[in-house]
């Protein structure tokens, strides 16, 4: 079982084109004139809010204020830093014209159903991306139920995951499978 990441479970098979040269790093920029336009910034908008307030004859602490204004860009800093990452490149041309999504769960699930179907018809494919992912779900899967794995207890995996599925999982030449067998491996894995 490997240690690898989501991102090597769900994104495997996919290798940088080779036409296309790593991107340089990029350059560190100094923070000080970001934060001198911040605090330029508050200092704008206390001054337009204190100038409002005082207009209308409601006075206000000007340090609630200012610490009210420097609450509310932090929350937005906040906001940003977390903001879910840009969706990755296609290598290929499928989906370029399909609307595009901020939802990575959704893109990890349609760049799967475009995995299966080209696993119908490409052997080598379904033997780089969807097998070793089968694998990988089928010793998880054990490994949380019986305290097994393939490789730790042939035996007793064999006998758990019947002939079928220990065969599509440790024959990986076999050529890609019809929709009704991955149907039948699926079962015996959500039987486990």
């Known amino acids: ?7 090597d479970l769900f994104g495997g098979g996919y290798d940088e084109p080779a036409g296309e040269a790593a991107p340089a790093p990029a ?21 337009v809010i204190v100038a409002g307030l005082r207009a209308g004859g ?11 204004l420097l609450g509310l860009r932090l929350v937005v800093h906040a906001a940003s830093v977390v903001a879910p990452p840009p969706a990755p490149k296609l290598r290929s041309k499928i989906g370029k014209n399909a609307p595009a999504t901020t939802d990575s769960l959704r893109f990890a699930v349609k ?15 379904y033997a780089r991306n969807v097998l070793p992912v089968l694998a990988e779900l089928t010793d998880e899967r054990l490994r949380l139920r019986h305290g097994i794995t393939r490789a730790s207890d042939p035996r007793r995996a064999r006998e758990l995951l019947g ?12 050529h890609g499978l019809k929709s009704r067998d991955v149907g039948t491996l699926l079962d015996a894995l959500e039987r486990l």
Do not use: C, F, Y
């Open 58 to 68: 409601v006075s206000v602490p000007l340090l609630l204020l200012v610490a009210a």
């Open 111 to 125: 760049r799967w159903e475009r995995n299966l179907e080209q696993a119908h018809s490409d052997p080598d494919l």
């Open 27 to 47: 350059k560190r920029r100094s923070h000080v004139p970001r934060l001198i336009g911040e605090a330029a910034a508050i200092v704008l908008a206390t001054l």
């Open 163 to 174: 002939e079928p599925l220990w065969t599509a999982l440790d024959a990986p030449g076999r």
């Open 1 to 7: 079982m490997s240690d690898g990441s989501l991102d």
